[in-house]
């Protein structure tokens, strides 16, 4: 499928924005016609700020729910003849109970001790590609929720839900909902590489998956009943031999092969089979270039041997696997040129693929690089060459 980025399409870029009172839950004033919700999106976005580590503030991972939820009661969503302007609705579930209202679904996956989860509602212009969102602590009493929104071209405007868990102790009092729609294909999304902002696009058709090789049948025969399914690669092995010092809980990766597969379709790729470890997207630098998938682990290098305790306590907050060092020349070396480089790698409990959770980690101002790799670890995702 071609992605269009005609400067006509490219107007229909929007930004609503609602705020929504976690006690709550739903802002019963919320329209089309509110002009006291429905504001600008000011923020520089070419500028990200470093965030803190731990806390409460800044950065807040969000977790997938790989599950395919039915939800129910959702209240109605205003819409008008174009479905551009209006402001979805945004429930904050809590606990058990609350989820009863809204789904007959069990979703073990929530731990409702911990997690929150975020619930929006909205009407999208056309098609969506694919969603993207962040959640920023900004103070004590308030979040901001952003939602972005990738359309293409295709003469529909569906009603849809996201939902995602967010930690109850970074929710504040109120969360403000920031949502926009922008044209599939844009260089939206990006990297770093040796201290430089590189753009790229995300294409959501071509995906690479990760599952244990004995589940190998399993996973393909769950995949080939999707119709949405064209092409699967043969297993592609995952080398663990350029590792060294494997970490407890890096057991997750080894013995492992993967799939390059096209997918037309909507919706999470975990939810074909839980057997799948990791399932991530492509991204290109432009639309002359091929999409490469991402791999499951992503590179950072300290500033000095002794910050991997830091490096081991933002690992555990967005849910990523320290797996362990490079290796130097062959071996481990302490003083060796790759030292203070380790591989982490992303499951479907992580909060969100290795380009997203390297950029968090390089953005706290705690690491010398962190940069997401292709997939097989055969060609580092560094800046384009020119």
């Not at 269009?4 to 802002?27: E, G, K, Y």
């Not at 997938?64 to 205003?78: A, C, Y």
């Not at 909205?122 to 969506?128: E, T």
């Not at 040129?337 to 499951?347: I, M, R, S």
Request: some cysteine.
């Amino acid at each position: 499928m071609k992605t269009i980025s005609s400067p006509l399409f490219m107007a229909l870029a929007i930004i609503t924005m609602a705020r929504c009172n976690v006690i709550d839950r739903v802002d019963p004033k919320m329209s089309a016609d509110t002009t006291t919700t429905i504001k600008q999106d000011t923020t520089d976005k070419d500028k990200p700020k470093p965030t803190p580590i731990v806390g409460d503030y800044g950065n807040v991972p969000l977790f997938d729910i790989h599950t395919r939820v039915v939800w129910k009661n959702i209240p109605p969503v205003p819409q008008t003849a174009y479905r551009m302007t209006e402001p979805g609705q945004l429930i904050i579930i809590r606990s058990a109970a609350e989820l009863a209202n809204y789904t007959d679904q069990a979703l073990p996956e929530v731990d409702f001790d911990k997690y929150a989860i975020l619930l929006y509602a909205g009407w999208a212009p056309y098609n969506i590609e694919f969603i993207t969102k962040s959640l920023t602590r900004n103070d004590a009493d308030r979040c901001t929720y952003k939602i972005n929104v990738h359309i293409g071209m295709l003469t529909v405007a569906p009603q849809w839900q996201l939902a995602v868990m967010a930690p109850k102790s970074s929710l504040g009092l109120s969360v403000d909902t920031k949502v926009e729609f922008l044209p599939a294909g844009l260089m939206t999304e990006y990297y770093w590489s040796s201290g430089e902002r590189i753009p790229v696009s995300r294409y959501p058709k071509k995906w690479y998956v990760v599952f244990k090789a004995a589940d190998a049948q399993e996973v393909k025969m769950r995949l080939m009943l999707s119709s949405s399914v064209t092409t699967i690669t043969d297993p592609l092995e995952c080398d663990f031999s350029y590792i060294a010092e494997c970490r407890p809980g890096s057991e997750i990766f080894k013995d492992c092969q993967g799939f390059i597969v096209d997918y037309w379709g909507m919706g999470d790729m975990y939810a074909f089979s839980d057997k799948i470890i990791y399932a991530g997207p492509s991204f290109r630098y432009d639309m002359s270039r091929p999409a490469f998938p991402l791999a499951h682990f992503f590179n950072v290098k300290l500033k000095n041997a002794a910050d991997e305790p830091l490096l081991q306590a933002l690992a555990d907050k967005y849910k990523v696997v320290m797996i362990g060092k490079w290796l130097s020349d062959g071996t481990p070396s302490a003083n060796g040129p790759f030292a203070l480089y380790y591989f982490l790698g992303c499951t479907r409990a992580s909060a969100g693929n290795p380009l997203e959770i390297a950029n968090a980690f390089y953005e706290t101002g705690l690491f010398a690089e962190a940069f997401p790799e292709i997939f097989g670890g055969i060609e580092l995702f560094y800046a384009p060459k020119k």
